[in-house]
């Protein structure tokens, strides 16, 4: 090759270099600027997501009022709450986590929210949640864990205005119990109790009150919920209920600064270990962050012996409340709980999948849940470790406070749109999203617009079949996601990918709050 041939080859190749670069600027500067609007999506999905008697300023113009009998087989009232996903059922095990998510969104990132004019709504979705968790709770162990029969709703595609399915309620008490959904429940109110006391303080000790007495009736009846509701072991079977015990306890600490709870928290025996995923069926690693956020405070206050702060002061960094003293046990839960960072970010011993694309990937069925689920603890996390000037020692190398929250801003910016299908994962945001989600209320023309009842059957043949985008968009959901090859078709019956999940955006609220 000639010196000038080589020159111009040389020009042509930082000219397309810049191009290339300033492309890439280009199109993370535009996603990072709509942050905002992502948050204020997420929102409105959970107004889509709502049952019960909608109220009169509600935004989401293509639902009515739906299963307003929910709960008159057993004479109570059980109706509000929110459907699970596309289909119109109401679990409680996975709804309670949501509201556990949500609320601790409102907790950490309520300036941000604020700052955005988001709070209130935040607030709003949260309270949806609790009003109806109250209700499924009308005496100290009893919990209504279920509405709706899951395999006779699924067997139909009706809007739930339109429902004529069974609508059982399932509970469990003393004699059926369900450790696990009660443990869980008792997170949830515990959590939203923190949410609500700055505004609503009645509100608030309503909902510990509930707490509590979910907290002690899940330890005095052990087991499995689907034990005792088996119609739900098909749908969310829970794999144990250890880990809502202890996330349970960690929220009742939070919210009471009592100490019997954390003296159960020091005292179990089975704190999980380094997790793989974070999610409804999982809260251990929920625990360790919680708890590690306690032992960090240790330090900040000087309760710690000094020597054993010198020994600790690199690796422990969490800013906490609460006043009590350094542990091995609250060091174990901090350890835990960065292993598991540390894989995220690729610095670990056991490194959690990555796509292509850059995506972290932990499981086939739905991974965006669990996606948006850890994006979350590395926001908190970085939150904690920016307070209290502190950073991680990963196996293969250390992370500071904004390599967290860089991480977590990567995985946004995939899931709105910076990926290998230029598309956004996210309903409604962009120009380029799943059109075809698989959802029943989305996916049949509006009630609003058709007052005629859409049988059965007839949701099959009409709309759930038919080729074109869902009349209605169903704003600010986020679908299950591309698989491990960043592929993804926007198929009305691919669930495993195009079915949004109430338990997947609780979660991306706080951190959209949190790099909005």
């Given amino acids: 090759m000639s010196q000038l041939k080589n020159r111009s080859s040389k020009c042509l190749w930082t000219s397309t270099l810049c191009i290339v670069l300033l492309s890439m600027s280009m199109t993370h500067g535009a996603v990072s600027r709509h942050y905002g609007e992502a948050l204020t999506k997420t929102l409105l999905y959970f107004e889509a997501q709502r049952s019960g008697k909608l109220p009169s300023n509600h935004r989401v113009n293509w639902r009515g009022d739906s299963a307003l009998r929910d709960g008159s087989d057993s004479h109570v009232d059980l109706t509000g709450g929110y459907y699970d996903s596309g289909d119109n059922m109401k679990f409680g095990f996975p709804l309670a986590f949501t509201t556990t998510m949500l609320a601790w969104s409102s907790v950490e990132m309520a300036s941000q929210l604020k700052a955005h004019k988001e709070h209130k709504n935040v607030l709003a979705a949260l309270k949806w949640a609790t009003d109806y968790l109250i209700k499924a709770h009308p005496q100290p162990n009893v919990l209504y864990g ?76 052990p087991g499995v919920y689907q034990s005792s509701i088996s119609n739900a072991g098909g749908f969310y079977a829970s794999s144990g209920y250890e880990d809502e015990l202890l996330w349970a306890a960690a929220w009742l600490h939070r919210a009471t600064k009592r100490h019997t709870y954390l003296k159960y928290l020091n005292e179990a025996s089975n704190i999980g270990g380094s997790r793989t995923v974070f999610a409804w069926d999982d809260k251990f690693l929920g625990a360790q962050v919680l708890m590690a956020k306690v032992g960090y405070m240790s330090i900040l206050t000087n309760l710690c012996d000094k020597k054993q702060t010198q020994l600790n002061i690199l690796q422990m960094q969490l800013a906490l409340e609460g006043k009590v003293k350094c542990n091995r046990k609250m060091e174990e839960y901090k350890s835990m709980a960065e292993q598991f960072i540390c894989n995220c970010a690729q610095k670990g011993s056991n490194n959690f999948k990555k796509t292509h694309g850059g995506l972290l990937w932990f499981l086939p069925w739905n991974n965006l849940q669990y996606t948006t689920a850890a994006s979350f603890v590395l926001s908190v996390y970085s939150k904690y470790l920016k307070a209290a000037k502190a950073y991680i020692r990963c196996p293969s190398g250390s992370l500071q406070a904004s390599d967290l929250r860089d991480l977590a801003r990567a995985q946004v910016d995939y899931i709105l749109g910076s990926n290998p299908k230029n598309m956004s994962y996210m309903v409604g945001f962009g120009t380029k999203y799943p059109k075809r989600p ?31 985008p869902n009349p209605n968009v169903i704003t600010g959901a986020v679908v299950g996601g591309p698989d491990q090859n960043d592929a993804y078709g926007d198929a009305r019956t691919d669930f495993q990918h195009n079915e949004p999940v109430l338990a997947t955006v609780a979660p991306f609220v706080g951190v959209l709050a949190a790099i909005a």
């Avoid at 443990?183 to 505004?199: D, I, K, N, R, V």
């Avoid at 029943?440 to 709309?463: E, L, M, P, Q, Y």
Wanted: one cysteine or more; aromatic letters at 10%; charged letters at 20%.
């Fill in 146 to 221: 279920q509405v709706g029969e899951g395999n006779s709703d699924h067997a139909c595609w009706m809007r739930p205005e339109d429902m004529t399915t069974p609508r059982p309620s399932y509970r469990i008490d003393a004699q059926h119990p369900g450790a696990d959904i009660a443990g869980e429940t008792a997170a949830a109110m515990a959590a939203a109790s923190l949410a609500f006391a700055p505004y609503n303080a009645a509100y608030a000790k309503k909902l510990i009150s509930h707490a509590k007495d979910l907290f002690e009736f899940a330890k005095a009846h």
């Fill in 438 to 468: 698989h959802h029943r209320g989305a996916s049949i023309v509006s009630i609003k617009k058709n007052r005629t009842a859409v049988t059965c059957t007839a949701g099959f043949n009409d709309w759930y079949h038919k080729p074109a």
